[in-house]
DNA sequence: CTCCCGATAT
DNA sequence: ATATCAGGAG
């Protein structure tokens, strides 16, 4: 069941008042270990991300060093994280393709980012967003089910919720609404024990309405 | 659909 | 013990 419009843009004016220039958690210095920080996170958590990622930035902050460090030495970096074999693989393939074919920038181009390996439409939509200022959505797995649990924006997929998204969100709201749902879906509607007696937005949301009665 | 996979919270 | 974590590829 979705919400109507008008509590849609309810829920996003109390978000932005709560937290006005919401910003991500994951740590990098430019777009290419912005890049390489989303790749890592999947299925893992920022703050072991960035454990990970400050030592292993140090040593290789652009394509090139990340080529030259080599994928053993990676791995070792990584080890911490989930599915660090596949990763360390896709990164430094990654890394020689931006060489290749960008030299060595990242693509401002959904297109040429899903392109690359470890590269998804979520991961291209996060580094269009904040690398480059578009009014990108990336629906990740806490993004997926605010929308649903709220009612915001229902879907099966990740495809139908952002399209949804899209489709629901006020302009004025695009810029910064990935970082407010998933900011949201961290500290407050949470998997596993949602908050919500400190939700600031339970009486526009379908899911307490059920939990209440129940 | 399954596989990749360690750290953390519950 | 097990669900979950800024998913993507085969």
Redesign the pocket.
């Known amino acids: 069941m979705a919400m109507t419009l008008k509590t849609v843009d309810e829920f996003y004016r109390r978000l932005s008042e709560r937290d006005p220039e919401p910003r991500?958690?994951?740590h990098f210095i430019n777009p290419y270990t912005l890049l390489v920080?989303?790749?890592l996170?999947?299925?893992?958590?920022?703050?072991?991300?960035n454990?990970a990622t400050g030592p292993l930035f140090a040593a290789a902050d652009t394509p090139e060093k990340m080529v030259a460090l080599g994928e053993a030495r990676l791995r070792d970096c990584i080890?911490?994280?989930?599915?660090?074999?596949?990763?360390a693989k896709?990164v430094i393939r990654l890394s020689e393709l931006l060489i290749e074919r960008h030299a060595g920038a990242v693509p401002r181009d959904r297109d040429a980012l899903?392109a690359?390996?470890?590269?998804?439409?979520?991961?291209?939509n996060?580094v269009l967003?904040?690398a480059f200022g578009e009014p990108t959505i990336?629906v990740?797995?806490?993004i997926f089910?605010v929308g649903n649990r709220t009612g915001l924006a229902p879907g099966k997929t990740?495809e139908a919720v952002e399209d949804a998204l899209l489709r629901r969100t006020p302009d004025r709201w695009k810029l910064h609404a990935?970082?407010w749902l998933?900011l949201h879906?961290?500290y407050i509607c949470?998997?596993?024990?949602p908050d919500c007696p400190a939700c600031p937005v339970i009486d526009l949301c379908q899911f307490k309405a059920k939990t209440l009665v129940a």
């Open positions: 991500g958690e994951l920080a989303v790749v996170s999947a299925q893992a958590t920022d703050v072991g991300v454990k080890k911490t994280i989930g599915l660090y074999r596949n990763k896709n899903v690359l390996p470890g590269v998804g439409r979520k991961t291209a996060v967003n904040i990336a990740d797995t806490h089910r990740v990935h970082h998933i879906g961290r949470k998997a596993r024990k």
